[in-house]
């Protein structure tokens, strides 16, 4: 059964930063591109950027500036990495397997995780 697990989410101080952690069972990296994607309250759906089996990694350029994926392939988990946090960031978190390196629908992907809430407010 394949599963994905955030971990990592909750109340961050504007300014602040953020760690999400996903781990994933059922399945390898390989060939698969993994994403963080985000939905904001009343909004949709935001591709944040995703590693490949290979290690390379894709951003959204709107949050590159401040957005960081890694991944321990040991343990089959990949990070998120938010610095200089806004209100703007505050949405349920998804770690999610692509179809492909990018995608603004839920159709783009193929497995999810439940998501984790995180709230950027002082």
């Known amino acids: 059964e394949v599963q994905l697990v955030e971990s990592g989410g909750g109340l961050v101080q504007p300014g602040g930063s953020l760690r999400l952690s996903c781990a994933a069972s059922?399945?390898?990296?390989?060939?698969?591109?993994m994403s963080w994607v985000r939905q904001a309250p009343g909004k949709g759906l935001e591709w944040m950027g995703a590693?490949?089996?290979?290690?390379?990694?894709y951003y959204n350029p709107s949050h590159k500036s401040h957005t960081s994926i890694s991944r321990d392939t040991s343990k089959n988990e990949f990070t998120l990495q938010l610095t200089s946090v806004t209100s703007e960031d505050t949405a349920v978190y998804y770690c999610?397997?692509?179809?492909?390196?990018?995608?603004?629908?839920?159709?783009?992907?193929?497995?999810w995780g439940q998501g984790t809430q995180v709230t950027v407010s002082s």
């Open positions: 999610a397997r692509g179809r492909g390196i990018w995608g603004s629908k839920w159709s783009d992907y193929d497995y």
């Open positions: 059922g399945f390898t990296f390989s060939p698969s591109a």
């Open positions: 590693i490949t089996a290979s290690g390379s990694t």
